[in-house]
């Protein structure tokens, strides 16, 4: 147990460093994010969630795919630099509370976002 429990501490705590560029991040993340996958053999299992959305036992697994990445993608953006990337998931935030769920699925589109923006400079400058 204890090794599914260090993979778990180590997705968690895979942050985005003040110098370290979005690239060296994600494939940080990407692989914390696979060994945890690979001691747990599969996608985390999120069964409240996945019951919510879900009543058809053909369709649990793939549901469950679906809550892991998404789950996935959410710490991915909770641990890049909010001094560069917070005003994207603030924004996101918002817009989800008035009901515009814009937010991305998986890694790959979210880091597509984070690549595109422009770092939150106002942020910065008060260091």
């Given at each position: 147990m204890s090794i599914i429990s260090d993979a778990f501490q180590a997705l968690w705590n895979t942050t985005?460093?003040?110098?370290?560029?979005?690239?060296?991040?994600t494939g940080c993340f990407k692989t914390s994010k696979d060994i945890l996958e690979?001691?747990?053999?599969g996608p985390i299992k999120l069964t409240k969630y996945v019951n919510l959305v879900c009543d058809d036992e053909r369709e649990i697994y793939g549901y469950t795919k679906k809550a892991s990445k998404q789950l996935f993608t959410f710490l991915y953006?909770?641990?890049?630099?909010?001094?560069?990337?917070?005003?994207?998931?603030?924004?996101?935030n918002s817009q989800k509370s008035l009901g515009n769920d814009q937010y991305p699925r998986t890694i790959t589109e979210a880091n597509n976002v984070l690549?595109?923006?422009?770092?939150?400079?106002?942020?910065?400058?008060?260091?």
């Open positions: 985005q460093k003040e110098n370290e560029d979005l690239q060296d991040y690979s001691h747990l053999v953006f909770e641990n890049a630099s909010q001094d560069k990337y917070g005003s994207i998931l603030r924004s996101l690549s595109n923006h422009n770092f939150d400079t106002t942020r910065l400058k008060k260091h």
